[in-house]
């Protein structure tokens, strides 16, 4: 060998001691496309070889009618290969999921399915979709390591179909769209509603009572075009940021804030703790005699009326107090 061959393949060796970073860098794409062939290899392989109408079906169809906690009843049921889903034709979903016994839920068709598995935090992520002619839902649930949680998104809600949570059948008309973010410790705390922290927030703009009685009081339709209702959950208490009904124009204008010890047993019976204020219009209070003269010789700042709210959502009782 020639010298400058030697000088050539001295120059050119990496010494042992030396780290060329390049042998270590892992191209982002490439990780993507390895992931990505695993997951398809495996969805492959499971698709080829598992019986799923034989064995899948059945056993999710028992899984459901063992449910006692919460009982769902449909009229058929079908599953989907990719992504891996279950959709349930004419689902009811009973009273007692949600603490209310006695009002069951109906929908035209539900649909849980796995969307893709979760890199950070490690674990499954899946969606909830149902529709009904007064709601659309989007729930996803997501299993995870260290934790699991529920996000609402995309989800809509017709007056008549929160009426159904509410004491009073006829309360509420309007479209309100619901948004919110859930955390539960693990699954157990999932089966029984026991939220370790979260937030919520219900908004509408074109909210309206309709003309009714409640509690011996003849309601006249008073339209109050705006809800805002935002708030945080810890264990079993609802921490209130916003309670606001109706706007300037309207006929009825309350602000509230406060917290809701909740009874995940009945929700009617959760416990009320508010303060805030009332305006009511004059052509209210002259149609309600009664309401009148519970008000009469209270004093008002700005137009409000200053009151708390306790008892419960079946029976809520009004203090009203003199303005700060």
Request: hydrophobic letters at 40%.
């Amino acid at each position: 060998m020639s010298e400058d061959s030697k000088e050539l393949e001295r120059t050119s060796r990496i010494p042992e001691t030396k780290v060329v970073d390049e042998v270590y860098v892992f191209n982002k794409k490439t990780i993507t496309l390895l992931m990505v062939t695993i997951l398809c290899a495996f969805a492959g392989a499971l698709l080829l070889n598992f019986p799923f109408s034989g064995g899948i079906k059945p056993m999710i169809a028992e899984k459901i009618d063992k449910n006692r906690a919460c009982p769902i009843s449909y009229q058929s049921l079908d599953i989907g290969y990719f992504l891996p889903k279950v959709i349930l034709d004419h689902p009811t979903v009973a009273g007692r999921c949600f603490g209310s016994p006695g009002k069951n839920i109906s929908f035209d068709e539900a649909i849980l399915k796995i969307t893709m598995p979760s890199f950070w935090p490690i674990g499954i992520k899946t969606k909830f979709h149902a529709k009904s002619k007064d709601a659309l839902v989007n729930i996803f649930p997501r299993i995870a390591i260290g934790g699991h949680s529920v996000q609402v998104e995309n989800t809509s809600i017709k007056g008549s179909f929160l009426n159904q949570f509410l004491p009073f059948s006829n309360l509420l008309k309007g479209d309100i769209k619901v948004q919110g973010n859930f955390d539960f410790n693990d699954i157990q705390s999932i089966q029984r509603k026991q939220v370790e922290r979260g937030n919520f927030r219900l908004s509408s703009k074109n909210l309206l009572i309709p003309s009714q009685d409640i509690s011996g009081f003849s309601i006249p339709m008073m339209a109050l075009r705006t809800l805002d209702f935002a708030g945080t959950i810890t264990k079993k208490k609802v921490h209130i940021k916003a309670l606001r009904l109706g706007d300037s124009k309207s006929k009825i204008q309350a602000e509230f804030k406060g917290s809701i010890i909740l009874s995940l047993r009945n929700i009617n019976s959760s416990t009320l703790n508010l303060e805030g204020k009332l305006r009511i219009d004059d052509s209210i209070l002259n149609s309600i005699g009664l309401l009148r003269i519970m008000l009469n010789g209270k004093k008002k700042k700005d137009g409000f009326y200053f009151l708390q709210l306790k008892g419960s959502f079946a029976a809520p009782q009004p203090i009203f107090v003199d303005p700060v």
